[in-house]
């Protein structure tokens, strides 16, 4: 619970921790006669409904009542143009090295003095559903874009009467609330890819020039994973689910970029269906440090419609739909056309009731955190036994870009994303020590490669078999070969075979390339991006290692 409220004017005044130019500015926006209130669900419905830009489907929603919708509700779609994913390099944040915090207030004020003629809606949710963890957001987002509105009201939690008790009885926190500001039609000359700003120490952002529905998302999170890290809590950009085994209870997390199968993982239900799974997310959570409990931060789901026909079950949970096609079925029914046939990225916000046994909160400490990769040079599944590699492989987190990524270039290079987070606004290195103190505290890690390894494709049938075998405890590891620390689990249709010098070379191409990265960190002069030196050390040793090996061969 955000406590604002409990400081007198004077107070505030006084408070550097709590105002700063571009907070004011965001939040006085909020305040002006061109800013229309919007209370409930039903309301933002209605808007997005009768949008000029709003296809209405005949698909019905699901579980209205609890949802507090209409009881004809019907799914909305809304489109986009050439941009239909993130737009990273639009992103600027107050605190970074070279980010100009006088140069770019200016622009702000300009931007929005100049969006005044413009009528604005906002509104209000919770982000953090446990009374461990909740702060109030609030959005003010330009008309014309009222989907986008609708479709944040549902992918948070809205705030209701009922919703606001709750909030009450949550940790307090001394803290701002969450404001956002976001007109996608500023245009500047400077900024002709847009300007996602960010002041995440006094919690505001402004998101203009940017059409895309998840930019006003991961803005949201952005600045709760960064209260959340000042506050005591690791930040996730992950999956959490939980297996119960009777005896014992198995709780895992799963980290990864959009598109490396993270949502398959986490929300994929047991092949025995005598172990119940419980969910508690598959992209954003945060873990308590001091009790390793862990909370959601949304109730909703916000997942690619590429694995989903319209004779999926999942189609019935969704809400709202972007970037996605629309055409009559048999009985001139307007129904989605959901595989990327239009676009790469077509998103759905689907409800909660997706998941059978979804949980808020999970009061257990975890026991395994997986890191999922696209690495060729690695088996399906490896084991990571030393606490300072598992936080090393997680900083060198290798995977590939998606079409959830509005990104130029090539979508098959690998690339670097320290723990699957491009959302951190705090320095790199305070991540590396939170997660290594969770793995100094016993928690397992492992990796996922969910690409390709020797050609082949690894499926989903053998990730989520190699994870079953980790929850029964039945799955043998053989040592990795040369690179000392690690373990590997033998899949009958994915051999390894250390005596190949083309294979070991791939690894220690990989080991290199990790390297490299970190010593792009470590002459980050100002520090934000370093790393402690026994990460540069550590991934040496692997490599001289392995170079002997190969010399051997």
């Known amino acids: 619970m955000t406590t604002v409220g409990q400081f007198s004017r004077s107070e505030l005044k ?8 571009i907070k004011v500015t965001v939040e006085s926006a909020f305040y002006g006669n061109n800013v229309r209130e919007i209370p409930d669900l039903t309301t933002a419905y209605n808007l997005a409904k009768e949008a000029k830009n709003t296809i209405v489907t005949d698909l019905p929603v699901a579980h209205t009542k609890e949802l507090g919708l209409p009881d004809d509700a ?18 600027r944040i107050i605190g970074e090295p070279g980010v100009d915090e006088n140069y770019y207030a200016g622009i702000l004020r300009e931007a929005i003095f100049n969006g005044q003629d413009k009528t604005f809606y906002k509104g ?20 014309g874009y009222e989907n986008n509105f609708y479709s944040w009201m549902l992918n948070f939690q809205v705030l209701t009467e009922e919703v606001n008790k709750e909030y009450e009885k949550s940790a307090p926190l001394a803290e701002n609330d969450l404001y956002l500001y976001a007109n996608p039609d500023w245009r500047h000359p400077d900024f002709p890819d847009g300007l996602a700003l960010f002041d995440p120490k006094h919690n505001v952002a402004a998101i203009l ?3 895309y529905f998840g930019e006003l998302k991961k803005a949201t999170l952005t600045l709760a994973w960064a209260t959340a890290h000042r506050n005591n809590f690791v930040a996730c950009h992950g999956g959490m689910k939980q297996y119960d085994l009777g005896d014992k209870k198995f709780t895992m997390a799963a980290f990864g970029l959009s598109g490396s199968g993270k949502s398959t993982i986490t929300l994929a239900k047991h092949q025995d269906a005598d172990i119940p799974v419980k969910v508690l997310h598959d992209d954003a959570f945060v873990i308590n440090k001091s009790s390793g ?25 969704f809400l709202t739909v972007q970037n996605v096609g629309v055409t009559l079925d048999h009985n001139n029914q307007k129904v989605l056309v959901t595989e990327d046939i239009r676009n790469g990225n077509g998103r759905t916000v689907k409800s909660r009731y997706l998941t059978e046994n979804r949980v808020d909160f999970l009061p257990e400490k975890i026991d395994a955190i997986f890191w999922i990769m696209k690495d060729d040079s690695l088996p399906p599944l490896v084991k990571i036994s030393d606490p300072d590699l598992a936080t090393l492989f997680g900083v060198t987190l290798a995977t590939k ?20 987070n491009p959302f951190r606004s705090y320095p790199l290195g305070e991540d590396y020590s939170a997660f290594k103190d969770l793995f100094n505290q016993g928690v397992a890690c492992y990796i996922l490669n969910t690409g390709f390894f020797n050609g082949r494709k690894v499926t989903p049938k053998d990730t989520l078999g190699a994870i079953d075998a980790i929850i029964k405890n039945t799955a043998e590891f053989k040592d990795f070969g040369p690179v000392k620390r690690l373990s590997y ?65």
């Open 14 to 21: 006084k408070s550097n921790t709590l105002l700063s130019p």
């Open 74 to 91: 019907k799914v909305l779609v809304s489109n986009d143009g050439k941009i239909f994913g993130r737009t990273a390099k639009a992103r």
């Open 124 to 143: 209000t949710t919770i982000v953090g559903l446990s009374e461990d963890f909740s702060v109030k957001a609030h959005l003010c987002l330009a008309e």
């Open 209 to 211: 020039g940017l059409r």
């Open 293 to 317: 409990s862990t909370t959601a931060l949304e109730p909703s789901y916000f997942d690619k419609t590429q694995d989903y026909p319209m004779d999926s079950d999942a189609v019935k949970y």
């Open 401 to 420: 870009r998606s079409t959830a990524e509005n990104v130029s270039g090539n979508l098959d290079q690998l690339v670097m994303e320290p723990f699957a």
């Open 489 to 553: 689990l033998p899949l009958e249709n994915h051999p390894v075979d250390f005596h190949d010098v083309g294979y070991l070379n791939k690894i220690k191409e990989r080991l290199v390339a990790r390297l490299s990265f970190i010593n792009e960190k470590k002459q980050d002069s100002n520090g934000y991006h370093a790393l402690p030196k026994e990460a540069n050390e550590l991934m040496e040793s692997l490599i001289l290692d392995l170079a002997q090996k190969i010399s051997e061969e």
